[in-house]
C-alpha cells in the first residue's frame, strides 16, 4: 500500500483530535487521528460504488414493502369474505 506524509499545522491537528473524539464518542470507537483520517478518505474513495448500492437496496425495499401491502390486502380481503360466511 502506497504511504504518504502529509504536513498538518498544529492548529489543525488540535481540531481533528477533537472531531475523532467526538466521532469515537459517537460510535464507541477508538481511533487515533490517524486512524480516523484514514477511515473518512476510504469512505470518500466509495462515495460513488455506496450510493448507486443503497439506491439498489432502496428499490428492492420499496418493492418489498409493496409486495408485503399487497400481501396483507389479499389476507384482509379473504378474512372479509369468510367472515360474511
Known sequence: ????????????????????QRYNDA????????????RHLKELAILDGL???????RRQADRDAQAGYEAAVDAERERLITDLG
Open 1 to 20: 500500500m502506497p504511504e504518504f506524509t502529509i504536513d498538518i499545522p498544529q492548529a489543525a491537528v488540535d481540531k481533528l483530535k477533537l472531531l475523532a
Open 27 to 38: 460510535n464507541g470507537t477508538d481511533y487515533t487521528v490517524k486512524e480516523w483520517l484514514l
Open 51 to 57: 450510493a448507486t448500492s443503497a439506491e439498489t437496496l
